[in-house]
């Protein structure tokens, strides 16, 4: 089976390459997506430029409607959507419907639009003056996304977009392309007109065509840091607005006074949760004074040793694969290089073997949760993202010991600190060089009314992703300013601001 795109309210061929679509459970592939070519980009473009003036002329509240309609429609389709999650990326059903759930709290927040584009006002701003600010949308925006939420992150953007009066064009991870085609289907069906969303499926050449056509106001891109980077300075210089998500290395600290227990039991979630592939998971735990470490590294092993990985369409397991081969190569390299690197590896994920449903070694890319102690920073799986089940023990002496880590590390996307000490507490909070901060919350993704972002090279750009940052991402303001006067006023020159005069 090919996978195509969806232009203009109907599916689309278009781009003579192709690549194959894996289920990382298997190894095996039985379908392939179809990469766009410049030519196909820009159809779906020219249907959402074509869309566009329709679109935002329509009552904000009617466009609300829309959103509410699809929240439905994807309640009502959520399994079929969660197992296209799963047969693509691998994740367990049950974290499959965890990003769904997400994705969907953004199609309830872009219901709000009609109140969240109110706008500003002011009476009298001068004698006989009113004069006020409103948020007009940007026109074709795009949005370009990666492999690991396959449906959350389009659902960060492309809801809130349309619902500001925007159209867009959507590039979805070629790695998994059927969850956000699916979804778009529903989106017709819940009366979005043709064109208002599009998707291309595709690779550089689509990302690229996106960057340089000018018709393209803007553009969200969410993926690894290398890329974030290109596209914020290219889209720049195009004269786009940028926001470009990027990578992550997360630090959970653990201070003495910790419920150490609790504390395990969030660590293992964020660490090994959708295989550790997750920007806001937990690769590092800086563990901090005496005894704390071997506390938590004795809690860790106890509940490593009793996790099941297998196949994320068997509800039992709590792991499944990495995402391809490749990607599995890269991790176990990682791992290699920790051992090389000097660090003590306690549990070993690649000596894990998972039997297939023909009773034989499966060919799916299973790695085993893994655990390294004596992590330090001059080391490799210290600074990169391995985006993989690898956790790693770092010890500190003191909380500004462990604090100054995480300031020198070059990613600040999110960070946790476990205590029972308020004051600590609060003094890491509001000094910490990262973007998003949890307290006893190992995993602190904002929901979908406030923003999502990192600092650092984990963000490029000044607005966050969804919540109310998207509204101004994906609006621009004007001000008006306005007076009707009276007749018989006199009509006289004025030299000076009309706020000045009495
Ligand atoms: P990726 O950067 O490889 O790909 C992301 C998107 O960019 C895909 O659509 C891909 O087709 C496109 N792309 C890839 N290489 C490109 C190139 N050279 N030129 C133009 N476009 C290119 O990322 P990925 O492997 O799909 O996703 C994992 C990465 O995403 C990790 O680094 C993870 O931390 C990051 N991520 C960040 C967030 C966040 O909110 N900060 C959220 C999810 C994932």
Redesign the pocket.
Known sequence: MTITHWINGEPAAGGERSQPVYDPATGQSAQEVQLADRATVERAIAAAEQAYPAWRDTPPLKRARIMMKLKDLLEQHADAICQLITAEHGKVLSDALGELQRGIENIEYAGYVPELLKGEHSKEAGPGIDSWSEFQPLGVVAG??????PAM?PLWMWPMAVACGNTFVL?????VPSAALYIARLAAEAGLPPGVLNVVNG??EA??TLLHDGRVKAISF????P?AE?IYHTGCAQNKRVQA????KNHAVVLPDADIPGAVGALMGAAFGSCGQR?MAIPLVVAVGDGTAEALIAGLRQQMAAMRVGPGSDNRNDMGPLVTQQHYQKVKGYIDQGVAEGAELLVDGRELSVIGADGRPSQGYFLGPTLFDRVTPGMRIYQE?I?GPVLGVVRAASLPEAMALIDAHEYG?GTCLFTRDGEAARYFSSRIQVGMVGINVALPVPVAYHS?G?WKR??FGDLH?YGPDAVRFYTKRKTVTQRWPASGDARRASFSFPSGQG
């Open positions: 370009i996304t990666p492999f690991n939420f992150v590039k979805p991870s070629e790695r690779d550089r990302v690229e969410v993926g690894s840091t890329v290109h998500l990027g990578g992550a920007c993202e985006f996307n999502f990192g984990s963000l992703a």
